[in-house]
């Protein structure tokens, strides 16, 4: 909410200033990226949303007085601390490891769900769906941020389903959190072709170095897409919502409405999506803009050519379909290189 209120009051800041550089470059954003007059609210919206990092005198004016002291330009603090929040990481990419502490507890209860912990279900139900008392259905809930609620998923009326919902815990994070296990099914499902594996795309920490080792002045911006921590902003269609199926260990059955991120392959369909926002626009952008996974990498020789670039990226993120936007709190804009290598690998993975 902080950054949509910033975005608002950074356009109009720099609405009033009509001979101001992100002004300017704004109306050359709609010539350079072919874009149609119709689209050029979007731009000016892209350029407000990141001209903070450029031009940093709107945090100096009345508008911007609220964000002067916020983390989300403190970006070398932010940085220290990475969010207290489950990973990405698939089915297809976890270790037996992981699942081992369910297996083996579903094995000494002999699968029945009532006697598996109860403290799992605490961790869980009030993400899935909680309940006001301990009841079988689905329709009874209490106001909570459950994905239920939020229409995140939906209950199921087949009696059967293609996964389990689980409490485990990651590696480096000692805390319970929900999970989703689809591994008995993985083979039998079916992926787009045109997806690509996005590990196998060159690590951005390489790939920004060899470019500053040609580009002494060279700036960068780490880009990453808004996703809840359980699932990506992006919707499946009717028909293809039944690998997407699970149990809860209360016994209700759901479908998930949106990509789950423990869905096998999850992070080749978010991948896919990146990917597809800025192709339209790759005669601007170049090899200068790559994506991976849910992240870009945008790389220029110096700063006014990065904020063009950093520009015209959120705006293709961000453009009609709107389904994606650019989280600020997960991105770093506008650093060099010592900072992007100096970075934690959880923000670039």
């Excluded at 550089?21 to 072919?34: E, H, K, N, R, T």
């Excluded at 892209?46 to 911007?64: E, N, T």
């Excluded at 359980?230 to 409405?257: A, C, E, Q, V």
């Amino acid at each position: 909410m902080e950054m949509v209120d910033m975005t608002k009051k950074c356009r109009r800041y720099f609405r009033k200033l009509f001979d101001c550089a992100p002004i300017i470059l704004g109306f050359q954003l709609v010539d350079d990226l072919d874009v149609e007059p119709e689209y050029a609210k979007g731009v000016h919206k892209a350029i407000a949303k990141v001209a903070p990092f450029f031009w940093p005198q709107f945090l100096w004016s009345k508008d911007g007085e609220p964000f002067r002291n916020s983390l989300m330009f403190n970006q070398a603090e932010r940085a220290k601390d990475f969010p207290d929040i489950r990973s990405h990481v698939s089915n297809k990419y976890r270790s037996p490891e992981f699942f081992k502490e369910f297996e083996d507890a579903m094995t000494r209860v002999g699968g029945d769900l009532a006697d598996l912990p109860p403290e799992w279900d605490l961790h869980m139900r009030p993400i899935i769906a909680h309940c006001r008392f301990p009841c079988q259905s689905p329709w009874i809930f209490s106001n909570n941020r459950s994905v239920y609620k939020c229409g995140v998923i939906r209950s199921r009326s087949r009696p059967s389903v293609q996964g389990e919902a689980i409490a485990a815990k990651e590696p480096g994070r000692d805390k319970y959190d929900v999970f989703f296990d689809w591994r008995r099914n993985m083979h039998l499902m079916e992926y787009n072709p045109l997806m690509v594996n996005p590990h196998s795309i060159t690590p951005f920490k390489i790939t920004a170095k060899e470019f500053s080792l040609k580009n002494p002045k060279a700036r960068f911006a780490v880009l990453s897409l808004w996703s809840a921590p359980h699932f990506y902003p992006l919707m499946i269609g009717w028909d293809n919502r039944d690998p997407t199926s699970f149990r809860d260990l209360i016994g209700r059955h759901f479908n998930w409405m949106f990509v789950p991120k423990d869905l096998p392959r999850s992070e080749w369909s978010i991948h896919l999506s990146a990917s597809g926002r800025i192709a339209p626009f790759k005669k601007f952008l170049g090899k200068n803009v790559i994506a991976k996974r849910d992240k870009y990498l945008v790389m220029a020789t110096d700063e006014k050519e990065l904020f063009k670039l950093v520009a015209a990226t959120t705006f293709a993120i961000q453009t009609k379909p709107w389904r994606l936007e650019l989280d600020l709190w997960k991105s770093f804009v506008n650093v060099d290189i010592e900072f992007l290598e100096g970075l934690d690998n959880k923000w670039l993975e």
